[in-house]
């Protein structure tokens, strides 16, 4: 099983970055995926997560700034993330998960928002 993150990078606040998460190895489509992240000395935050039927759910603190969507067809989860913040500055993990446990967790991918 792989979880394949991509599209960090360096921006600046106010801008945009889309992260993707590639899915192999399990049958995506019966998947709960999400993303968490972490910054330095912070604990891991759930950040968002879309359940198989495509139920989506947010921290408060990205509501309405970020998107999260899956394309079954590619095996592939997304996350949109619209209006950055320096506090946006993570690094950011995807998982996949089922019966209420997350059963597989991609690398992470670094966000970093400058002021």
């Known amino acids: 099983v792989q979880l394949q993150a991509s599209g960090g990078g360096l921006v600046q606040a106010g801008g945009s970055l889309t992260l993707s998460c590639v899915v192999s190895?399990?049958?995506?489509?019966?998947?709960?995926m999400g993303w968490y992240r972490q910054a330095p000395d912070l604990q891991r935050e759930l950040v968002a997560g879309i359940s198989s039927r495509g139920i989506t759910n947010y921290v408060d603190s990205v509501k309405g700034r970020f998107t999260i969507s899956r394309d079954n067809a590619k095996n592939t989860m997304y996350l949109q993330m619209n209006s950055l913040k320096p506090e946006d500055t993570a690094v950011y993990y995807c998982y996949a998960q089922s019966w209420g446990a997350i059963h597989y967790w991609g690398q992470g991918t670094q966000v970093t928002v400058s002021s």
């Open positions: 190895g399990v049958a995506f489509s019966t998947y709960g």
